[in-house]
């Protein structure tokens, strides 16, 4: 148990699909995080929410449309997605999202995605 | 602007042997710096970080880092591996000063250990 639960684990989807990610952290914490896990690539982060407001959008496209309804869960609404957007996609918390040296951060296990 | 290099994509080690996986970084500010690690099929666990403390961190695991500022680098070692540390392991730098956390992942040093 790691305290950030992702759901699903695997979602295998076309191109005209829309699905969703689910993310839930029973850790008390205040800021949520979306990275997408690419294979021989660094990790990349998608968005960041502090106190369910969104505080970072990484220049990511607008077929991913996240939401976050209260600080202890997290949504990725995928809608006409890429092949090259199969990866594996992490969701994280900390404390909060603020100017912070702890870098602390507690990762799900991750939902993979094959987009066909 | 932050940035940190794993300097080995793969590293194969014997079972009771040294382990040791480079990292160097670049920071503006001061940085703080963390190796996770990912076993297969899992998420990323916080191994031990560096927050301007001591300059040797121990971790979990009986893993250990040592940060050297002269050299740029966060080097993580360990005595002897275990079968079960074989995963990937990241090195991230953290800079602070600037307003908010941004975290820089490396590459990733994927650790085979051979019995």
């Known amino acids: 148990e790691t305290g950030v639960t992702q759901t699903p684990r695997h979602l295998v989807m076309g191109m005209t699909n829309k699905k969703s990610l689910k993310c839930e952290q029973h850790?008390?914490?205040?800021?949520m995080y979306w990275y997408k896990q690419s294979a021989k690539k660094p990790l990349e982060l998608m968005f960041v929410?502090?106190?369910?407001?969104?505080?970072e959008n990484n220049s990511v496209p607008s077929r991913f449309s996240p939401e976050c309804p209260n600080s202890s869960h997290l949504f990725l609404h995928l809608h006409t997605l890429q092949p090259e957007d199969s990866a594996l996609y992490l969701c994280?918390?900390?404390?909060?999202?603020?100017?912070?040296?702890?870098?602390?951060?507690?990762f799900g296990e991750g939902s993979r995605l094959t987009v066909l | 602007a932050q940035s940190v290099t794993q300097l080995d994509s793969h590293v194969s080690v014997s079972e009771g042997t040294p382990v040791l996986l480079r990292c160097n970084y670049s920071?503006?500010?001061?940085?703080?710096l963390f190796w996770y690690v990912q076993h297969p099929n899992k998420g990323l666990q916080l191994l031990l970080k560096?927050?301007?403390?001591?300059?040797l961190v121990k971790g979990i695991n009986g893993f250990e880092a040592e940060f050297k500022k002269s050299e740029t680098s966060f080097h993580l070692t360990k005595p002897s591996a275990h079968m079960s540390d074989a995963a990937e392991y990241f090195c991230?730098?953290?800079?602070?000063?600037?307003?908010?956390?941004?975290?820089?992942f490396g590459s990733g040093t994927r650790l085979q250990v051979q019995p």
């Open positions: 994280a918390s900390s404390q909060e999202a603020a100017q912070s040296n702890t870098g602390e951060l507690f």
């Open positions: 850790l008390g914490h205040n800021a």
């Open positions: 929410y502090n106190f369910k407001e969104q505080t």
């Open positions: 920071s503006s500010y001061s940085p703080s």
């Open positions: 560096y927050t301007s403390a001591a300059t």
């Open positions: 991230v730098v953290s800079e602070s000063g600037t307003g908010r956390r941004a975290l820089t």
